[in-house]
């Protein structure tokens, strides 16, 4: 999957700014703005402005100014490459190395620009070929490809419904610490049972045996699910 340019190096910066951009649409179709995309890496806006000039040269990005940000053919299998790296080692380092999953974000930030071909490679041979990272995000296969399933958001989720957990924002750990302690993850079955406007009552199955959650509405909104009746997409 390589395609860099010819006369330029891995850049972690470079990589991290693509990835943004290519995670901002992954779930939602809104493209993403200059300003938005400072807010999501914490940097001040002019620095952005400096990186997409050079994304921009490097044939990475499309953008006219004050307009939304998008990658071009190449930055998306650049970006793509990055989210592989960054998910697999997520895997890796839950089911080899005993990490829990609110513990592997900050690392795979670090190693997902360090980490060789050969070795991720051997990574994602020796997990069996994973689809999925530990908070429900698909893994693109060697080839950039990865599955996709119809969601809504928690928040969405009607009283009574229940509903299979397919994704978990994993940038809030305390969240995923309260999930975890309840038995909510990808894969789990859970219903709304009450909402209101400010947060609302979830259990998961079997409900007798797990005790009601409350979860504020943008905590809900971190939580991507899907009803049994939807069908996944290839």
Not at 130 to 141: N, S
Request: with cysteine.
């Amino acid at each position: 999957m390589t395609t860099q340019r010819q006369g330029t190096l891995p850049n972690a910066a470079v990589e991290d700014y693509l990835k943004t951009i290519y995670q901002h649409t992954e779930w939602q179709d809104e493209p993403i703005t200059p300003s938005v995309l400072a807010s999501k890496l914490a940097v001040a806006p002019p620095s952005v402005t400096g990186m997409v000039k050079k994304l921009a040269a490097l044939g990475l990005v499309d953008h006219v100014p004050y307009g939304p940000l998008n990658l071009t053919v190449e930055g998306i299998a650049r970006a793509i490459a990055v989210v592989r790296r960054h998910r697999l080692i997520e895997t890796w380092l839950v089911r080899d190395l005993g990490y829990a999953w609110d513990e592997v974000h900050d690392e795979a930030e670090l190693l997902e620009h360090s980490v060789s071909d050969r070795l991720l490679n051997a990574i994602d041979e020796r997990l069996g070929h994973p689809t999925h990272d530990p908070h429900g995000d698909p893994i693109p296969d060697a080839s950039g490809n990865a599955p996709v399933s119809a969601f809504v958001l928690l928040d969405d989720l009607g009283c009574a419904r229940p509903a299979i957990v397919l994704r978990i924002d994993d940038r809030k750990p305390e969240l995923l610490r309260l999930l975890a302690l309840n038995d909510v993850r990808p894969g789990s079955t859970i219903t709304v049972h009450e909402r209101s406007d400010h947060d609302l009552v979830v259990s998961a199955e079997p409900i007798s045996t797990h005790p009601a959650l409350r979860l504020s509405l943008p905590d809900a909104q971190r939580i991507w699910v899907r009803r049994p009746a939807d069908a996944v997409a290839g």
